[in-house]
């Protein structure tokens, strides 16, 4: 019988990430730790997951090697819709990346925040929610000296780049960015070519982020003209939206319930210290099905891989 798995990612004492994994009651933990390794690129030694009746009255958690021969079934019923914590034991070779290791998709719309604060140095958090208009996001300007690899857009090119890099030359793509207005590369999903990741890569460095942080116009655009011509999309956001948290969810989740179609989402915010865009968050990639990121960019360090080729 098929299975669905939630699983809160959890390092130290931080949540940093909610992945939902299809598998079936006779997959072992064992078998589960290598789809993990294979979608995030996790080590299978880094893992611990912990499932809720393991916890005794006391507190304590049952683990020890065995456990993972066992198939799901003996700790998880098919009708059981508890959360698995899993675990990341060495932070120093494994962590939650904003992007998978592996984008499983064929078809993928990657939607990102370009408003002002993305413009910030990758070691600030001063995130402002009204940032004044200053700048439009179709502006252009010298790529090299605006954006070193200090600023959180930056480093959000670098690790898009990687991401496009990655996908098959069969998979197609495109990219929306919005700030006051929403903007897309192209009007339509293009093949994964060297060429048009380059093509598309080129656009993005030539913005300058600015303006506010108009979620519901860019999630709306995208569930009308993408949401039969796409297997999912990831929502990179690093503050809260303009609207109202609540009305937000509930429009997107209106939008989006003819196909259901699942919006990954990241918390590219540094210290993460914004509880209601994570929260917003969070709650969008639950209930539509996808995963949730919130990477420890201050652990990532400044990229000097260069954003164009």
């Known amino acids: 019988m098929a299975l669905t798995l939630p ?17 079936n009651e006779t997959t072992t933990i064992e078998q589960l730790k290598e789809l993990i390794c294979r979608q995030e690129g996790w080590p299978p030694s880094a893992q611990q997951l912990v499932f809720p009746c393991w916890s005794t009255d006391g507190g304590a958690r049952r ?5 993972d021969t066992v198939p799901l079934c003996s700790y998880r019923s098919s009708n ?3 959360t698995v914590t899993l675990m ?3 932070p120093a070779i494994c962590s939650v990346s904003v992007f998978p290791h ?11 925040d370009v408003s002002g604060s993305m413009n910030d ?17 179709h502006d252009t300007h010298d790529t090299h000296d605006m954006h070193g690899a200090h600023t959180k857009f930056a480093h959000l090119l670098v690790v898009l780049r990687a991401a496009l890099e990655s996908l098959p030359d069969t998979s197609h793509f495109n990219i929306l960015f919005f700030s006051s207005d929403v903007f897309e590369v192209w009007a339509e999903l293009k093949s994964a070519s060297q060429d048009n990741i380059d093509d598309a890569m080129q656009v993005l460095a030539d913005l300058l982020p600015g303006g506010t942080t108009n979620a519901l116009g860019a999630l709306h655009y995208a569930l ?7 297997d999912a999309m990831y929502l990179v956001m690093d503050g809260r939206p303009d609207q109202q948290i609540d009305s937000l969810l509930e429009k997107v989740l209106h939008l989006n319930q003819e ?18 865009a994570e929260h917003f968050l969070l709650q969008l990639a639950r209930a539509t099905g996808a995963t949730y990121r919130c990477p420890n960019l201050l652990q990532a360090g400044v990229s000097d891989k260069p954003i164009l080729k």
């Open 80 to 82: 059981d819709t508890s």
């Open 63 to 67: 683990h020890c090697a065995e456990n």
């Open 224 to 230: 009308v003209e993408y949401v039969h011509y796409t």
């Open 121 to 137: 140095t990758l070691f600030s958090d001063t995130h402002t929610h009204a940032t004044p208009d200053t700048h439009d996001t």
């Open 88 to 90: 990341l034991e060495t």
């Open 102 to 112: 592996r984008i499983p998709e064929a078809r993928v719309l990657f939607v990102l």
């Open 7 to 23: 699983l809160m990612v959890q390092q130290g004492h931080r949540e940093c990430g909610f992945l939902t994994l299809h598998c």
């Open 259 to 276: 196909r259901f179609l699942p919006i990954h989402c990241i918390a590219f915010m540094p210290l993460s210290t914004d509880f209601l």
